[in-house]
């Protein structure tokens, strides 16, 4: 079994400053992914960034990046230069890499971005 | 850009009635799964079904819900005799090979009363 901790229930940025929202994990598989979604007030799940765990480089998408810790089973994410529709609910997620698992969610952030 | 589609966008149901859940997955893809994200809360797996049959499923995915995928495109998650704590939003995704990104459509909300 999986389990997904995010302990920031909410936080609060300055439009155009960095934020990262942390994330911790556990599982007994040695092959898993990672993932951080996206969930606006639309309640539409949207990806914002992946990681497989084989990979030791982190994964970034534009101004969003990823900090994997194999070891210490952390997966944070980094928020660049802020933007007004970045707000929105943050959940990071796991899966197994064999089988047709689904998603292990965390409880989510919900991020502010202040104007 | 394809997308997952999911209909209704809300349904409100009686307690013990049956509901009917539908989703179109993205055509090209092979894993299908059902979430679902009571108010507030966050988003549970449900089940997974590939190849024609269900593949995982969690511990809510009890045998009051069943999927079916009953021609090449729909995708359906039924709800046979509700009760109030299904009230919820439930997600459909679907994915090429596993451990891709999951598509997620944008929801059903289900209202049981």
């Known amino acids: 079994a999986q389990t997904v901790t995010q302990s920031q229930p909410e936080m609060s940025v300055q439009e155009a400053e960095t934020v990262t929202l942390s994330c911790t994990y556990d599982?007994?598989?040695?092959?898993?992914?990672l993932f951080w979604y996206k969930q606006p007030p639309s309640r539409q799940m949207i990806l914002v960034i992946r990681q497989e765990a084989y990979k030791q480089q982190n994964a970034t998408e534009n101004r969003f990046s990823v900090n994997f810790q194999k070891a210490a089973k952390s997966f944070s994410l980094k928020i660049s230069d802020s933007q007004l529709g970045d707000a929105a609910m943050y959940f990071c997620?796991?899966?197994?890499?064999?089988?047709?698992?689904?998603?292990?969610f965390g409880k989510g952030t919900h991020l502010i971005i202040q104007p | 850009e394809p997308e997952v589609t999911q209909t209704p966008s809300h349904q409100v149901t009686q307690m013990g009635q049956e509901v009917i859940l539908r989703c179109v997955p993205i055509s090209n893809h092979l894993y299908f799964y059902w979430y679902r994200q009571i108010l507030g809360q966050k988003v549970e797996f449900l089940v997974s079904?590939?190849?024609?049959?269900?593949?995982?499923k969690s511990e809510i995915f009890d045998d009051q819900f069943s999927v079916e995928r009953p021609d090449g495109s729909n995708f359906t998650l039924k709800i046979r005799s509700t009760k109030l704590e299904d009230s919820a939003m439930y997600f459909c995704a679907s994915s090429v090979p596993r451990g891709d990104e999951q598509y997620f459509g944008p929801g059903t909300r289900l209202t049981v009363t």
């Open positions: 599982t007994s598989e040695s092959d898993y992914y």
């Open positions: 997620a796991s899966q197994p890499g064999g089988g047709a698992d689904g998603l292990t």
């Open positions: 079904f590939y190849n024609n049959e269900i593949s995982e």
